[in-house]
């Protein structure tokens, strides 16, 4: 079992509001690039999707929640079919999205006891737990070419350290894929 997160990130780091959802003052700074950037299996998750379960914050969820299920195609239908775990003191039904279900108890004992591959997208909160909990194997950043100079922060100032190899890096559109997995000891 491996625990990957993916993310959309500035230059500086930045993960907050790529899309525009949020309405943030530079929320959007992801999608100013065109679908194309971003559209598909652009974190080449591959079997990982099909065979792995993906852990989602509530906000991130409900956010998913009314995006993908109306959309129909190829990857759209791997989106819908993976299992969702939802991190969530509120959420009490996730019957909006197919194949969904509040996490019941503490989160880092749940991903502990999951079998299959843990993919984490966006949710900062939830990555934030499992970096304290060194529980994170990979990660796959799709990086663009902005700096926003403030906004959250995947690695915040003060986290724990992390050790990482880069395993691949290569052009995605206007942006650049890097995947990181821990550094071999």
Partial sequence: MSVIVIEFVTLDGIVSDPDGSAGTPAGGWAFRHGPETVAGDKFRLGSVLDDGVMLLGRRTWQL???LWPGRDDPFSARMNAVPKL???RTLIDAAAWSNSQVIDGDLIDAVKRE???VIIAG?????????AGDLIDEYRLLTFP???GTGDRL???GGPPAYLECLSAAPAGAAVLARY???AR
């Fill in 64 to 66: 998913f929640s009314r």
């Fill in 123 to 131: 949710s900062l909160s939830v990555v934030h737990a499992l970096m």
């Fill in 146 to 148: 902005t700096i926003l």
């Fill in 86 to 88: 939802v991190a969530s």
């Fill in 155 to 157: 690695f915040p100032a």
């Fill in 181 to 183: 997995g821990r550094e």
């Fill in 115 to 117: 079998q299959r591959d």
